[in-house]
């Protein structure tokens, strides 16, 4: 999308930018974030994202880099995978889709580390396995309708929707702020924060916060009469929810010469 492509999105600076900035190649295959110029800098080599190209074509490329000569080989490489989160919002967490698609990525996986096992550098490559989240169920008998709790919709900016919506007063309609918030602390099965008050453990205060942080409890989604009028709510899995829940918790596996075999980390 344009914002994945636009580097005012990000403001933080991430790995690869500071690898580059170091002197050090970075190379990606769909990693998000990357398509941008973010502070101006991109990865060595980097793709702008295309669903269709084949999992196992990304792995070869990946490879591929790494065969490169060293004066051009990358040093940092990271490859993205939509799967199985794709399956999960169609599908949800229950039942064979779900399962036979994490069978594939499983697989996949194994192909991925028995290729780079062919690598005469492989005893030099340190590993990481990540997810960005996790998944629960939401289905239509779960729905919280802004419209039905708020009195003057028209009158904010509604940023989101699914497990988190943040709320913005239009600048000619402060006045009505303190009606505002009675009327969010009302909404069932939910919290809402204002922005001062939004807890830190959810690192989620900047300068692109809004006024308010609705969160929904977990497998219940956020929506409005008009989202649902343009567009039937077809979804089966989400996740945006508090991330102290485990169903939200994602994956970390490291391995190399210098990662620390046997540590755990707790979540």
Partial sequence: SNTVQDPRFYKAEPIWVTAEKQGIRSASFFWVGTEAPIKGVSPSIFKYYNGNIPFETRIDSVITWFRLEK??????I????SEPDKTGHEYGVEGEKIIETIRKMDNLL????????TLEIYSQLNIIITSDHGMTDVNSDRLIILDDYISRVEDLYINGSGSHVQFDHKKDRIEYA?????????????????????????????????????????????STKSTLQEEEFSLSGMHGYDPQLINMHGIFYAMGPYIYPGLQIKS
């Fill in 71 to 76: 004066d051009k080989r990358p040093q940092l």
């Fill in 178 to 222: 303190d009606q505002l918030f009675q009327e969010l602390k009302k909404i069932p099965h939910a919290q809402i924060w204002k922005k001062s008050e939004i807890p830190k453990r959810f690192h989620f205060v900047n300068e692109n916060t809004g006024d308010y942080l609705l969160l929904a409890d977990e497998g219940w989604f956020i």
């Fill in 110 to 117: 194994g192909n991925l580390h028995e290729k780079l096992k």
């Fill in 78 to 81: 990271l490859l993205y995978f």
